[in-house]
């Protein structure tokens, strides 16, 4: 089981490569390491997957101030989509972007045309249903681009195989690599995880977290009205089919999954799970409704994962940690801002807080690009894929827990040998899909119980 400690941020070290910008910024006009780019000094950048996440990463990038960034490629499946989001980013960031109609590209295919507008050395955005994550990283690799990926980077123990695999080619390539999981780039939880890691808590044994909320994206999927050939109704309602996301638990509830084992410093090695569909009138995707997960560590200490999407139910978005000498709140309110404080005892109330973060905080969506690129351009050691691989490992294990009913091992989930779409590097807009729809108009569904098969 992979440990965390090597690949936890400190809020020491935050503040380290945040002053390392600060200090790229003051001499960006001076000659660069050639770690990225050219003599020009521009960092070029190419966004395969032109959705809402895209673009923010997008955004995200083109905001960096410590050197020169432009936008100059970008691939979807879908036109319009692309459309949207070279809008939105041209009107925000003006010159920056620089992608006339002949870089702009639509296809399966789209993300080699894309890349292939970079020099060795510039970046690439993947931000792509996952199911595409482990082809377009191979791509990348082979091109010599540093990379941003966005979360989960995986949904089975295949796949996930495979990233690590691919992942040595990276790093002996020295390509930077970042992953969406933003929270730990976040400042207000680096100096808690660091008070934690102090004996602040004393020791961690239970800790909890929750996503509670109504229809997330494209969760709730409709019937295909035929407008769309089978394969591409599926990647627009991408959410709703565990081949392509790992369902509304994998792709919502790993943030709050992370940044608990975080705190703890480690990975669950179990998990046991339920959950069930309640209100899915004519909806068609593979998810549950509800999830409630349990997750154990080598030491038995606990982590609940609760998470909801239905309307009228209360809502709460948080993560906490409970200790012999204490507790605290990871996070609350969504991802950002954290608000993260501790407590004198089991009381969350404001007579037992003993400590809040001080300071104003940065959008950690910022903070992961400004350390992104500032290991790019003083060449330093940048790699988040083995966490991410881990982080999405023990989200699957909780919601394989819950879609068999079974008691799912870290192990287990690593070395599984179902794969939810093992031809997708061959897959083409006109099929077959990963998942066939029945007579009825209904594709799998989880039944715990029933199906015990850890294909789920």
């Known amino acids: 089981?992979?440990?965390?400690?090597?690949?936890?941020?400190?809020?020491?070290?935050?503040?380290?490569?945040?002053?390392?910008?600060?200090?790229?910024?003051?001499?960006?006009?001076?000659?660069?390491?050639?770690?990225?780019?050219?003599?020009?000094?521009?960092?070029?950048?190419?966004?395969?997957?032109?959705?809402?996440?895209?673009?923010?990463?997008?955004?995200?990038?083109?905001?960096?101030?410590?050197?020169?960034?432009?936008?100059?490629?970008?691939?979807?499946?879908?036109?319009?989509?692309?459309?949207?989001?070279?809008?939105?980013?041209?009107?925000?960031?003006?010159?920056q972007i620089q992608v006339p109609e002949d870089s702009r590209h639509i296809g399966f295919e789209a993300y080699k045309q894309a890349m292939d507008k970079l020099r060795p050395g510039d970046v690439?955005?993947?931000?792509?249903?996952?199911?595409?994550?482990?082809?377009?990283?191979?791509?990348?690799?082979?091109?010599?681009?540093?990379?941003?990926?966005?979360?989960?980077?995986?949904?089975?123990?295949?796949?996930?195989?495979?990233?690590?695999?691919?992942?040595?080619?990276?790093?002996?390539?020295?390509?930077?690599?970042?992953?969406?999981l933003m929270c730990r780039h976040c400042e207000a939880r680096g100096e808690l995880f660091e008070r934690i890691q102090d004996g602040q808590l004393g020791d961690l044994i239970h800790m909890r977290a929750y996503r509670m909320v109504g229809p997330t994206g494209s969760a709730f999927a409709p019937p295909n009205d035929g407008s769309l050939p089978e394969v591409m109704y599926q990647i627009k309602n991408f959410h709703g089919f565990l081949w392509a996301s790992g369902g509304a638990f994998s792709d919502f509830l790993i943030h709050n999954i992370d940044e608990t084992c975080?705190?703890?410093?480690?990975?669950?090695?179990?998990?046991?799970?339920?959950?069930?569909?309640?209100?899915?009138?004519?909806?068609?995707?593979?998810?549950?409704?509800?999830?409630?997960?349990?997750?154990?560590?080598?030491?038995?200490?606990?982590?609940?994962?609760?998470?909801?999407?239905?309307?009228?139910?209360?809502?709460?978005?948080?993560?906490?940690?409970?200790?012999?000498?204490?507790?605290?709140?990871v996070s609350t309110s969504s991802h950002f801002p954290a608000r993260s404080r501790i407590f004198k005892n089991q009381?969350?109330?404001?007579?037992?807080?003993?400590?809040?973060?001080?300071?104003?905080?940065?959008?950690?969506?910022?903070?992961?690009?400004?350390?992104?690129?500032?290991?790019?351009?003083?060449?330093?050691?940048?790699?988040?894929?083995?966490?991410?691989v881990a982080a999405s490992l023990v989200t699957s294990m909780g919601r394989m827990a819950a879609h068999t009913g079974q008691i799912i091992t870290y192990d287990q989930m690593l070395n599984s040998e179902h794969e939810f779409a093992p031809n997708v590097d061959k897959m083409t807009p006109e099929g077959p899909a990963p998942v066939q729809v029945n007579e009825q108009g209904k594709y799998p569904i989880p039944m715990p119980g029933i199906i015990k098969a850890r294909e789920y």
């Open 1 to 95: 089981m992979p440990e965390q400690k090597k690949d936890s941020l400190s809020r020491r070290e935050l503040l380290k490569t945040t002053g390392q910008v600060a200090a790229v910024t003051a001499i960006a006009g001076m000659t660069m390491p050639k770690a990225y780019a050219d003599e020009d000094n521009t960092i070029q950048v190419a966004l395969i997957g032109c959705g809402g996440r895209g673009t923010g990463a997008a955004s995200n990038a083109l905001s960096v101030q410590n050197g020169p960034i432009k936008l100059v490629a970008m691939a979807d499946v879908f036109e319009g989509r692309l459309s949207t989001s070279h809008r939105a980013l041209s009107g925000k960031h003006g010159e």
């Open 124 to 180: 690439v955005i993947l931000t792509t249903p996952l199911a595409f994550r482990w082809v377009h990283f191979t791509y990348a690799i082979e091109k010599g681009l540093n990379v941003f990926m966005e979360k989960p980077v995986t949904a089975d123990g295949p796949s996930s195989r495979r990233m690590l695999d691919l992942n040595k080619k990276a790093k002996e390539k020295n390509l930077k690599v970042g992953v969406g």
């Open 262 to 329: 975080w705190m703890k410093n480690a990975w669950p090695v179990e998990a046991k799970a339920l959950g069930g569909r309640h209100y899915r009138g004519d909806f068609v995707d593979q998810n549950f409704d509800t999830y409630d997960v349990e997750y154990t560590f080598a030491d038995g200490s606990k982590f609940f994962m609760q998470g909801r999407n239905m309307v009228g139910c209360h809502q709460e978005f948080a993560s906490y940690v409970h200790g012999t000498k204490g507790s605290a709140i």
């Open 347 to 388: 009381n969350m109330t404001k007579e037992n807080q003993v400590w809040a973060y001080p300071d104003k905080e940065i959008t950690p969506y910022q903070l992961e690009w400004d350390h992104l690129i500032a290991a790019i351009r003083d060449d330093s050691e940048y790699n988040e894929v083995e966490r991410g």
